[in-house]
């Protein structure tokens, strides 16, 4: 990322442990990177990396268990429950499920009122602004005006999770995280929902945190991607570079495992043991060495740091430099 | 290669409380022997009711089966005695489910659970049937030891091996995979895809593939249909499916896929939505998204039309094209 670019967001040594039955669960472990302005940033990993969790935290949904999110300039982390509210007019979320993440109970303008009401911008007598205002939302979201007083069990996916969307911009946002916003529908109307994210980035500067476990998604929509395994981020960088020289092996297996739309191009599949393993109480190392076909026991020795391989490019694997070198 | 399995005008229809469903509407479609069909199609397209009626699994009411033939080796499945038919089911037609995490029984021990299927089929002892779980638990990559824990202590990938092990124990000559992979992540669906594969062909089984990933078609189907409100639209060979296609929903559906080998900065979408099922089109179905729809298509219902090398497309535009054959 160039320095000339203005950092909207950034995160430092960000953690969050939830305490489980069975110990401590590392959701988020010691995560670090910036984003910049009007950029977007993918999150990918398998579920369970801590991607969603990493969304939530940075929103305080979550309350982190160690580090800071300085987001413009104001630590987050350190906000009294009254800047908070301030902040969310800035910070916003789209969740993932469009069933389950709307109120049955009410109405499509009520729904995206809602935050308008919650933040003070329309007194409660003026309803011919707020109704406006509201309208105008639907427009720019793509919602048909005659479904105002609609409820979301009337509705499909796509519209529903306009309706997400919707009640995310009412209040202007800067910056909003997308916790897997298109997994629950179908691909036609995947296709009409990430144009209209697009859309509304440009048209209003926003910046995202785009979380998805869809490879091909992610590659479309970002200008950076983050790679994350139980917890930590393997790998960050330019989103070309990243499907261009992956240089982590769990990277590397991950983009090796999506099936190719050409039916003439042979998949060269890494094949990986296994599956995820715990991230309760996780053990010092590298935690993907269980599943890595290059793992040798200095891998789990201690902590491996995220270094730069190259300009904006880190990778957390203590063999990066040779993986590196072995490409060129 | 013979047919193993031939779908004719296939008619099913579900009484609910907003109307009659039209779910499948004349659908027909050949299965050869020893081949992997795929079948894509969005929410609502009718591929799991299609699955469910070869598997007799239809409940009556509310569903309805109006009209139509499933002959499995000439047999009519339809119009056979109960236990004629249940002697195939499982036995012969074999099924994967959707979603691992619901298909098990969570109180019955995953060993049971495949000898359970033996027993309903064969006639030896709970011992031996005992001895092919475990047999087949190996074959689906688990270890034997396992046979005696309970669905939940197993991850959702070996959740979906435990389901194979079920659906392939005896060796049926046809699989119908409803999105088997769907609910897994990247690198185990890859795992789980693989281990599919090696079994059909190892058992030499035909296999139909229900997905909505094209990379999945691509890389696992010889012959793709693609449905659309309750018929096939196009059906032909992968490579022509991939590089050939004719019919503007297939047309659609692949530009509205972000793809990793390629750059688009934009997507294409299919405007609009999956049509009622309740209130389809009278003409085409797919008439009220299709951007070069005529007076034509909305009144007159397209016959499938054979462009050539088995090529079929449900689509007036296809009669001008390289008339291969006589209309079917």
């Given at each position: 990322m160039s320095a000339s670019k203005q950092t909207i967001l950034s995160v430092e040594h960000l953690k969050k442990y939830f305490q489980t039955a069975s110990g401590q669960l590392h959701a988020v472990d010691d995560v670090n990177f910036t984003l910049a302005k009007g950029e977007t940033l993918g999150v990918v990993g398998e579920s369970g990396c801590g991607k969603s969790t990493l969304g939530r935290t940075i929103l305080r949904l979550h309350e982190p268990t160690d580090g800071k999110v300085i987001f413009d300039g104001k630590d987050v982390t350190a906000c009294s429950k009254q800047e908070m509210k301030k902040l969310r007019e800035d910070m916003q979320i789209i969740f993932q499920d469009p069933f389950a993440s709307i109120n049955p109970r009410m109405t499509v303008s009520?729904?995206?009122?809602?935050?308008?009401?919650?933040?003070?911008?329309y007194k409660p007598g003026d309803k011919?602004?707020?109704?406006?205002?509201?309208?105008?939302?639907?427009?720019?979201?793509?919602?048909?005006?005659?479904?105002?007083?609609a409820y979301p069990h009337e509705l499909d996916g796509g519209r529903r999770q306009r309706i997400g969307i919707g009640r995310a911009l009412a209040l202007e946002p800067k910056f909003i995280v997308c916790d897997e916003p298109v997994s629950a529908l179908d691909v036609s109307i995947q296709a009409q929902i990430l144009n209209l994210m697009q859309d509304i980035q440009e048209e209003m500067g926003l910046t995202y945190l785009f979380i998805t476990h869809d490879l091909s998604v992610v590659k479309h929509l970002s200008n950076q991607i983050m790679?994350?395994?139980?917890?930590?981020v393997v790998e960050i960088c330019d989103a070309k570079q990243l499907f261009r020289a992956p240089v982590h092996p769990y990277?590397?297996?991950?983009?090796?495992?999506?099936?190719?739309?050409?039916?003439?191009?042979?998949?060269?599949?890494?094949?990986?043991?296994?599956?995820?393993?715990?991230?309760?109480?996780?053990?010092?190392?590298?935690?993907?060495?269980?599943?890595?076909?290059?793992?040798?026991?200095?891998?789990?020795?201690?902590?491996?740091?995220?270094?730069?391989?190259?300009?904006?490019?880190?990778?957390?694997?203590?063999?990066?430099?040779?993986?590196?070198?072995?490409?060129? | 290669m013979s047919d193993i399995l031939k779908i004719e005008d296939l008619?099913?229809?579900?009484?609910?409380?907003?109307?009659?469903?039209?779910?499948?509407?004349?659908?027909?479609?050949?299965?050869?022997?020893?081949?992997?069909?795929?079948?894509?199609?969005?929410?609502?397209?009718?591929?799991?009711?299609?699955?469910?009626?070869?598997?007799?699994?239809?409940?009556?009411?509310?569903?309805?089966?109006?009209?139509?033939?499933?002959?499995?080796?000439?047999e009519d499945l339809l119009t056979m005695k109960e236990k004629h038919r249940q002697s195939i089911r499982g036995k012969e037609i074999s099924m994967i489910f959707q979603d691992p995490m619901t298909s098990l029984n969570p109180v019955t021990t995953v060993g049971d659970q495949i000898a359970e299927a033996v027993m309903a089929h064969e006639k030896i002892g709970k011992k031996q049937a005992w001895e092919k779980a475990l047999e087949m638990l190996e074959t689906v990559g688990i270890s034997r030891e396992r046979a005696s824990d309970?669905?939940?202590?197993?991850s959702g990938g070996m959740k979906q091996r435990v389901i194979i092990a079920i659906a392939l124990v005896l060796n049926p000559k046809i699989l119908l995979a409803d999105e088997p992979t769907t609910a897994l992540d990247v690198t185990i669906?890859?795992?789980?895809?693989?281990?599919?594969?090696?079994?059909?062909?190892?058992?030499?089984?035909?296999?139909?593939l229900i997905t909505h990933d094209l990379g999945i078609v691509a890389q696992t189907c010889e012959q793709v249909a693609i449905i659309?409100?309750?018929?096939?639209?196009?059906?032909?060979?992968?490579?022509?499916?991939?590089?050939?296609?004719?019919?503007?929903?297939?047309?659609?559906l692949f530009n509205s896929i972000p793809k990793l080998n390629e750059d688009v900065n934009r997507l294409v979408p299919i405007e609009g939505l999956m049509p009622d099922p309740t209130n389809l089109p009278t003409g085409c179905k797919f008439c009220t998204r299709c951007q070069h729809a005529t007076d034509r298509c909305r009144e007159e219902h397209p016959e499938m039309i054979d462009v050539g090398n088995g090529h079929l497309v449900r689509c007036f535009r296809a009669e001008n094209t390289n008339a291969g054959g006589e209309q079917k």
């Open positions: 009520q729904t995206i009122a809602e935050p308008l009401l919650i933040q003070g911008r011919e602004a707020l109704n406006r205002h509201v309208r105008q939302v639907m427009d720019r979201v793509g919602l048909a005006q005659r479904l105002v007083n790679v994350m395994y139980l917890g930590q990277t590397k297996a991950l983009l090796s495992a999506i099936p190719i739309p050409d039916p003439r191009v042979k998949m060269n599949k890494i094949p990986l043991k296994d599956e995820l393993s715990s991230p309760i109480n996780p053990k010092p190392g590298c935690r993907f060495a269980k599943r890595c076909p290059y793992a040798t026991p200095e891998c789990t020795a201690g902590d491996i740091p995220l270094c730069e391989v190259e300009p904006g490019h880190s990778v957390a694997c203590i063999k990066a430099a040779q993986f590196k070198d072995a490409m060129a | 008619v099913i229809q579900y009484d609910t409380d907003s109307g009659c469903v039209h779910a499948l509407n004349g659908l027909s479609l050949t299965l050869r022997e020893g081949e992997t069909l795929g079948l894509v199609g969005e929410t609502g397209a009718g591929k799991t009711t299609l699955a469910r009626s070869i598997m007799g699994l239809i409940q009556c009411p509310p569903g309805k089966i109006v009209s139509g033939k499933i002959l499995y080796r000439g309970y669905p939940h202590q197993f669906q890859v795992q789980v895809l693989d281990t599919i594969q090696a079994l059909r062909k190892k058992l030499d089984m035909s296999m139909i659309y409100g309750g018929e096939v639209v196009e059906y032909a060979d992968v490579f022509t499916i991939f590089e050939n296609r004719m019919h503007p929903y297939t047309q659609g």
